[in-house]
Every structure is written in C-alpha cells, then in structure tokens.
C-alpha cells in the first residue's frame, strides 16, 4: 500500500525554469535601463555563455558580465540586475493545482516529502516563497545528503524515514534525476509532463500532464500492483 | 555659490535602521513559525550578539545564530530567516520628502550627488530599490573609492567631480562620518536630525529637521556666505 509520496521540486512543484529564463530577462532589462550600452541580444549571448560555464548556482555572473562588456564602476549595473533577478525569483508561484492538490493528499492520510537536488538553504526557500512548506514531513536536500539524487540517494532517504520502497511513489519532471533512480531501487515512479523535459520518454509507472492526477493516479497504483 | 550637493545615503535618503531592525524582527518571527522553540527575546538577544561581533554585513549571522542554538539541519529556519530579512529590506522607502525634494533640486539646477559608506553594489541596490537613483549625476562609496568617508574621501570625490570645496554642501545625519570631514575640507555642511544620533551635537552650518528643508537652506547658505 502505497503510504509516501516524495517530490521533485524545480519544474515539478513550480515552473522553475520558465522564472529562472524570466529573471535573467528582467536583469538585462534593468541593466540597460540603467545606461549599458549594448543590444538584448548580445548580453542575454554572453550572459548565457557564463551561466554555461558556471553553472546557474553561481554567484558573480553579472560581475562576469560587466568584466566581458568592459564596463567600467560596474557596481550600478549589478546591483540593477541583481535586484531585478531577485523580484523575479522571490515572486515564484507553484503550479496553480499544486497547493490543493497536496491539502488533498494530506488529508487522504499520505505522508509527503522532497527529495531535491541543489543547496539545501535554496530549496528551503523556494518552498518556503511557494507557500507549500507546511505540506511536508522532511525535505531531503542533495547538498544536505552529500550525493546527487541517485540510488543512494534514495537508499538513505528511505533508511532514515523507515519506508519500504514498495510503498513509496517519487513524482518528478526528469527522467534522469526523478524516475530512474527511484525506479531502481524499487519505488513506484510519477513522471509528471512539465518543463524543458516533458517532450522526452520514460520508464515510469505512469505519466501525467497535470499535477491534478496524482491521488486518483496514487490510487490506482495502490490497488493495482501491491 | 553652491552648485552641487552631496547626500549619504543611510538615515538621511531612508530610514535604515529602522528598517535594519524590523528586517531582524521579522526574520526571527519567521524562524519561530518555522519551528525554532526559542523565545523572540533569546533569539533576539543571541543575533544581536553576533552583529556585534561581525558587524551587520556579515552574510552568514543566520546560520551562526542556528548553530549557536544548538539547531540541527538548520536550512529550513536559514531560509525562513533570509527570506524574511530580505523581503523586508526590499520594501525599503525614501523619507516622505525626498523624492520630491531631490526633484525640485534638480529643477533648480543644482548637480546631487551620493557620497556614502558601505559596499558599492549594496549602496547602488537601495538607492534603485528606492526609485531615487536618476536624480544622482554619480555616486561615490567608499568600498570603490578605497577609504571611508574622511577629509581624504572628500578630497578625491572633488577632484574627480573638478568643483571647489565651498561650492559644495554635504547633507548628513552623522557627525563623524557626514559633517566634520566635509568641513574640514571647506565644504558647506547640513546636519539632518534623523536617525539614531539625532540628537548629537553637530559643528554642520545649519541644522534641519526635515529634508524639505533643504532648498531654502541651500539658498541661504549661497547667498549669506558666499
């Protein structure tokens, strides 16, 4: 029986990657409201060739930036793009079905969790701005568990909860981090269709469009196959 | 006769310490609603002791307060601490009279300027987040200039804009920081009584107590002195 429910959080909970495309947007548009000299195009260019570099976690890409355009006293433009990132980020929103969707699955009995890749402060906040904290009995965090989601990921995430895998679903947008790990050591797998992935096969128990699904889907995964 | 006024940013364009102290307050309500089992007055009390020792831009008073709590995965109540200090410290305002004050300064055909301590992308940061940053032909902070605000800041800030000391009036809400380096160089010196060291003694040519005031100060001070 199906008791558990872990949840991916960027692309699954909220549209992480439609906010993090938008937040860099809004930080070239201030950038450029506040006197640079250059086209849209060509920051976004070279904004996108450190983020490549860096990766998104990184802290100095709009210090980088103003190094790679030659601007000089650059303080004004960073502190305009930093500022204007952060409106955005801090406005994020969950998928508009998420938050009753998890009041439903509380009071059905479920007990759910995260299981999230990225730095564990980040994740808290994002959770924590999405007004869906409260829902969750633990947030396991990958830079609080020292590994990647993975396997052993899983592993120590359901050793330290006491769950069988058998009675736990992972719901997530990428095959690669969500499903297959879980899959692998015997937890039943959501693969919900949203973010950049949602085009890409899977493996999973079941695919959704809508987060929506998930009691009638948990449900049937329940009395199906247990 | 005075052609250009230089302003400090913190208790004189805002009220920083009050909002420096809700932010605080607010941060350690949220880590209550987070879960902490501490009274406001021990967090309170425990935080204060730590901006005491590492100064208020340290970025890590948080997480030193949770370890100092003895509190284990501390993410969560960082995040909800963070998020709240943050989301107070962006709301910051002007004074009621500045913005319109600056404007009809600007319109009277005086050249404002920023001369402040602090980290320059920080400074930059809250003048945009209070909407008043196009009224600055330039800002000078120490963190870019390479010393606090002193007779020798002053100094390189006149070079570099090219005008006399005595065509030149520092509006501050500090002695020490605002007023007696100004004037020991030559400048012209209005001494604002906002902030913590309102009621100070000052050595300023006038006193005001409200920055609407500063017009016909200026106008007084170019035609009695001059």
Redesign the interface.
Known sequence: MIVSIFFDIDDTLFPSSEFAELARRNAIRAMIE?GVQRSEKDLNGALNAIIKKHGSNYPRHFDDLCRKMGIK?P??Y???A??AY??TK?AIQPYPSVPRTLLALRESGYRLFVATNGE??????K???LQI?LFFED?F?SG?MGEEKSPGFFQKVLKKTGFRPKDCVMVGDREDTDIAPAKKIGMRTIRISTGKYSGTLTKADVRIDNFSEIPKTVASLKSGKD
Do not use: C
Not at 120 to 125: E, G, H, L, S
């Open positions: 506040m006293r303080a004004r960073v502190a305009a930093v500022g952060h409106n801090t564990a402060t980040k994740q808290w906040d959770l924590i701005r904290a947030v965090v609080e």
